[in-house]
């Protein structure tokens, strides 16, 4: 964990050795000057030696102002190595979330991947700043002013030893409770991102449901265990000032009392007493910063784990090593004895010895109940995830020999959740095709029907795309997708329930377009209502993960008891139950 998390200081490696060579000697000027302080009060003021007053005071005026700048250059230097690693791990967490598979997806909830990349990174930034600084300079000044306690006056400085001891003793009991709740912090962030997200995202449909109150009280729930976890680790983090303070209060009048004694016995000078009384709220105080930073380090630990897991997180699904192929030929499809499982190994078959052939060109219909695997048999096609067994070959090939870059190029796949991003209508267009023409972005959407409202909108295709798609309507957010994935000239075409929210006479232009403009690829229409694939060459029903018919639609209706009972349960009162589906807009 630590060398994953150590490779992302990169460039800013010049700026994490210079903040420690700063600190240390900001360290040294300000350990000095109690030293002079001792000088200036037995060789200047009792003495009356105004020149030497002089010459000391000017002394503690340069050390205090060399501190000055090199406390400066440290915390320059150091704000500048910890927001450069934490931007370094915020973009290579990104850069490797983008090379996951599905399957790597899923072992991380969305809402777990935005605290890793927000909160946990904060926390290892101020972690890390901690350590240039803080982490070096507590202990520093801790041991230094030991020393120097030491050599002023032995026998009063076991007092301070001693104190110092029971002091470390009871930080560390109280900050070993309070981390053990600080722990489970972190899984309550997750739980209340994902509260927060979830909302966010479906508030239309909350607010249709009248679910606001509900909302509020889930998300009220997640808050308050929050507060009350940070509020049990606070209570015990707030234990630490009072018993410094008894600790610090109770040496120094300790020491007072023995170090009246010692000044009038004359076995101690005056400036010794203060410099030592110095030393000695130094040495507490730096205590006390290193209780703070087992804390911020103990905390930055678990997200440092939890931001290692991202990083060394290797894609499942990656280019082959030799035999690349670079070329799709043709749009066939070959299922050979396919088995695929979510969860290798867990014995749960989502498919089970799949065997299809189909010739590329042909229009196949998908059709089936609910968990049947109709999209996991299509996102094999594409490898967003890998079969457990068997192979799925795309132009006579292995998908797994192909560049995943030219497969997914050719194998254009629109999702059953349709995703727009913030921008323009033909920014996202151009996700298809970057540097294609205005004509060439108009001609996929009038296949697509999307023209209908696009040529209706004040700004036409510079129209702005909220984020989601939030600002159209579910059937227009699925013809601009399809549209998106015209554009890419596919070979094959996956529809996964594409046109769920356009009503019938839509989807019959949209099927009848891509029929009649793009026979040559092969398109796959996984759909719920049998008014989508009748028209298909042949129709594909599964039944819970096993193929039951693969055949005409009117072949099916003859020998497949499955699709026969679809068919008259859509069909049952004198028409397609759906045909009451519409879409407006």
Known sequence: ??????????EYKRDTIITPIFTVLEVVSELLIPFVIADLIDKGIEAGNMKDVYLYGSIMLILAFVGLVFGILAGRFAASASAGFACNLRQSMFENIQTFSFSNIDKFSTAGLVTRMTTDVTNMQMAFQMCLRIALRAPLMLICSMVMCLLINARLSMIFLAAIVFLGAALALIVGKAMKIFNKVFQQYDDLNASVQENVSAIRVVKAFVREDYENDKFSQAATKLYQLFVNAEKLQALNMPVMMFVVYGCMIVISWFGAHFIVAGSMTTGNLTSLFSYVMTAFSSLMMLSMIFVMMTMSMASGKRIAEILVEKADITNPTADLSCQVEDGSIDFDHVSFSYRQGSGEQTLYNINLHIRSGETIGVIGGTGCGKSSLVNLISRLYDVDSGSVKVGGKDVRSYDLETLR????????????????????????????????????????CADEFIDHLPESYGTWVERGGANFSGGQKQRLCIARALLKDPKVLILDDSTSAVDTATDAKIRDALQRVIPGTTKIIIAQRISSVRDADRILVLDDGEVSGFDTHDNLLKCNTIYREIYAAQTKAGGDFDHATQENG
Not at 1 to 10: C, D, H, P, Y
Not at 411 to 427: C, D, H, P, R
């Open 1 to 10: 964990m630590i060398r994953a998390l150590l490779k992302q200081i990169g």
């Open 409 to 448: 190029n050719q194998v254009a796949v629109v999702l059953q959740k349709n995703i727009l991003f913030s921008g323009t209508i033909l920014e996202n267009l151009q996700w298809g095709r970057a540097m294609g023409s205005l004509d060439e972005y108009k001609d996929a959407c009038r296949l697509a």
